[in-house]
């Protein structure tokens, strides 16, 4: 089992920036990748970024390419998403989830965290 919280939401304005952590507890974190995604009102859950256990493998949706960063810290058990340049459309629930590997698609997930609200003001 692994447990996850999400911490660091917030309201910002247009341009403003976040970073969102992930703490994780439980069985060893750097044997898991792990994900963020988000899910605004009325949408789809959907996919922004992902990093493999090791770290060396990271991948952003094209819509936060440029302006999001994934990174983890395996020695704190945790993960980061660092969102610069925010816009009113990354408004969103964000979740953090841990899975067998770097991948776009919320099923290959195993584990989800109870997620923080990101709100962007124009």
């Known amino acids: 089992q692994v447990q996850l919280v999400e911490s660091g939401g917030g309201l910002v304005q247009a341009g403003g920036s976040l970073r969102l952590s992930c703490a994780a507890s439980?069985?060893?974190?750097?044997?898991?990748?792990m994900g963020w995604f988000r899910q605004a009102p009325g949408k789809e859950r959907e996919f922004v970024a992902t990093?493999?256990?090791?770290?060396?493998?990271?991948r952003h949706t094209n819509s936060v390419e440029g302006r999001f960063t994934i990174s983890r810290d395996n020695a704190k058990s945790t993960m980061y998403l660092q969102m610069n340049n925010l816009k009113p459309e990354d408004t969103a629930v964000y979740y953090c989830?841990?899975?067998?590997?770097?991948?776009?698609?919320?099923?290959?997930?195993?584990?989800w965290g109870q997620g923080t609200q990101v709100t962007v003001s124009s």
């Open positions: 990093i493999s256990g090791s770290g060396a493998i990271r």
């Open positions: 989830a841990a899975g067998s590997g770097p991948d776009t698609r919320p099923s290959v997930y195993d584990y």
């Open positions: 439980g069985r060893t974190f750097s044997g898991y990748a």
